[in-house]
Every structure is written in structure tokens, then in C-alpha cells.
């Protein structure tokens, strides 16, 4: 399968892991680095998204109906349940809520030592030619 995260630049820059890629469950770890934080050495907010929108695009790319050729984020919304410290490494488990032609909608749980993170929900749009 290889690290598909690889093939974004963004979540390479980040570090995103992914573990396992089915069309209907993608999971994925992320280590929380300094230059992920904000201060007093806590995970960023838009890191944590970050991380769940990498995920919920691989989850979409593998379940693209035919004929499309890729898949744009149109909205996410983010619940932020807990903190993560730098050093641990955070895991999203992200799963299909809705799959259609035009869109798809993912949730990503993002956990860390397995206490919630986040929450996230995000449409993903199919992207076809012309």
C-alpha cells in the first residue's frame, strides 16, 4: 500500500502516517512535534484538522464513483473534546458517514493515548474532467 499521505505534500510536511486504507476506514497516526504546537506545548487546532482532512481526502480518493479524477474538501467542521501534549502521537480513524456521485462525507475520530482529541466532519466533492 505504501504511506499514502506521501503523495500530499502538506500531510507529508506534517508527518501523517497512514496505517490502514480500505475505502470504508482509514486510519492514520501523527506525532505531535514542537512545530505542530501552539503554546505551552499543546497540539494546534488547525494541525488536528489538518491531520483529519488527509485522511478523510484518502478516504474519498478510494471511493471516487467512475469517471472521476480526484476530490476537493468543501467543508469540515471540527469538535475539539481534548488536548494532546507534544511527544504523544495522536490516532484518526476516519469512516464514511455518506458516499455519493458529487460528494462524500467522512468522520475522522482523533484520539491520543485513547482519550478524544477531536471530532471532525468533512465533505469531500468529487472532482471530474471538463
Not at 500530499?8 to 506525532?31: C, H, N, W, Y
Not at 488527509?54 to 467512475?66: C, D, K, Q, R, T
Not at 490516532?91 to 482523533?110: D, F, Y
Amino acid at each position: 500500500m505504501g504511506n499514502l499521505a506521501e503523495t500530499m505534500p502538506f500531510a507529508k510536511l506534517m508527518g501523517v502516517t497512514v496505517i490502514e486504507a480500505l475505502s470504508d476506514r482509514i486510519v492514520g497516526e501523527l506525532q505531535v512535534r514542537d512545530d505542530l504546537c501552539t503554546a505551552g506545548a499543546i497540539l494546534h487546532g488547525g494541525a488536528a484538522m489538518a491531520f483529519a482532512d488527509s485522511l478523510g481526502a484518502i478516504g474519498a480518493f478510494l471511493s471516487l464513483p467512475e469517471g472521476a479524477t480526484g476530490t476537493t474538501t468543501i467543508e469540515s467542521k471540527t469538535n475539539f473534546l481534548g488536548s494532546a501534549k507534544a511527544g504523544v502521537t495522536l490516532r484518526g480513524e476516519c469512516t464514511p458517514v455518506h458516499r455519493g456521485k458529487r460528494t462524500s462525507v467522512w468522520q475522522t475520530k482523533i484520539t491520543a493515548d485513547g482519550k478524544p482529541v477531536a471530532l471532525v466532519i468533512q465533505t469531500q466533492m468529487a472532482l471530474f474532467p471538463g
